[in-house]
C-alpha cells in the first residue's frame, strides 16, 4: 500500500520560505505525478503544482512564481518551497499522487500545517 | 482560470436520502472533472474520477454525472459516514486545475 509522508517547518515568519518534503513509499514512483495541494483555513483547496519523475511540472500560475517543486527520484521524493510567504499562505499543505490522464489524486498525504505568523 | 461553481453550498438531509450535487464549469472541460469527499481534519478522499468513473473501494451508491459545463455527483441513498463535505475538481486544464468551493452535507 502506497503511502506518502510529508515533513517541513511548521510555523513561519512574513517573508520567509517554506519548505515541505514529501516521500513515497511502497508503490511505483515513476508511474505518476506528484501534486501539492493545499487548504486555508475553513476553505476550500488549491492546487499547487506537479511534478513528475523527470522533473516536469505545471504550476499555479497564481502564485506568481513563487512557488517551486522540485523532485529527487533516487529517494522517491518530492518537495515544495513557497517563497516570501504571508499570513495569506496559512494553511495545511497536502503532498498527493495524481492518478494518469487527470483522473483525480488517489492518494494524499497526511497534511502538514503551516502558520505564517509574524 | 476556469471557475468551477457547486451548488448548493450546503444541504441538510437524512439517512437514506437520496442527494445530488451539482458542478458548473466556467468553460467546457469535457469529462474532466473528479469528486472528493473531506471529513473534517482528514485529507480528501477520492470517489469519482473522469465525471462517472467509480474509484476502487467506493460504494456504489456514489456515482457521476455530465460533461460539458455541468456535472453531478448523486448519493443514492445516504449512510452516516456520508455527512461530510464534498468538492469538485477540473483536470481539464491544468494551469491551474481547479475546485469548486465545496459542499456542506449535514445531517436533518
Known amino acids: 500500500q502506497v503511502q506518502l509522508q510529508q515533513w517541513g517547518a511548521g510555523l513561519l515568519k512574513p517573508s520567509e520560505t517554506l519548505s515541505l518534503t514529501c516521500a513515497v513509499y511502497h508503490g511505483s514512483f515513476n508511474d505518476y505525478y506528484w501534486t501539492w495541494i493545499r487548504q486555508s483555513p475553513g476553505q476550500a483547496l488549491e492546487w499547487l503544482g506537479e511534478?513528475?519523475?523527470?522533473?516536469?511540472?505545471?504550476?499555479n500560475p497564481s502564485l506568481r512564481g513563487r512557488v517551486m517543486i522540485s523532485v529527487d527520484t533516487p529517494k522517491n521524493q518530492v518537495s515544495l518551497q513557497l517563497t516570501s510567504v504571508t499570513d495569506a499562505d496559512t494553511a495545511i499543505y497536502y503532498c498527493a499522487r495524481a492518478k494518469a490522464f487527470g483522473y483525480g489524486v488517489d492518494v494524499w498525504g497526511q497534511g502538514t500545517t503551516v502558520i505564517v505568523s509574524s | 482560470d476556469i471557475q468551477m461553481t457547486q451548488s448548493p453550498s450546503s444541504l441538510s438531509a437524512s439517512v437514506g436520502d437520496r442527494v445530488t450535487i451539482t458542478c458548473r464549469a466556467s468553460q467546457s472541460i469535457d469529462n474532466n472533472v473528479n469528486w472528493y469527499l473531506q471529513n473534517p481534519g482528514k485529507a480528501p478522499k477520492l470517489l469519482i474520477y473522469g465525471t462517472s468513473n467509480l474509484q476502487s473501494g467506493v460504494p456504489s451508491r456514489f456515482s457521476g454525472s455530465g460533461s460539458g459545463t455541468h456535472f453531478s455527483l448523486t448519493i443514492s441513498s445516504l449512510q452516516p459516514e456520508d455527512f461530510a463535505t464534498y468538492y469538485c475538481?477540473?483536470?481539464?486544464?491544468?494551469?491551474?486545475?481547479?475546485f469548486g468551493q465545496g459542499t456542506k452535507l449535514e445531517i436533518e
Open positions: 475538481q477540473q483536470t481539464y486544464s491544468s494551469t491551474p486545475y481547479t
Open positions: 511534478i513528475n519523475h523527470h522533473g516536469r511540472t505545471n504550476l
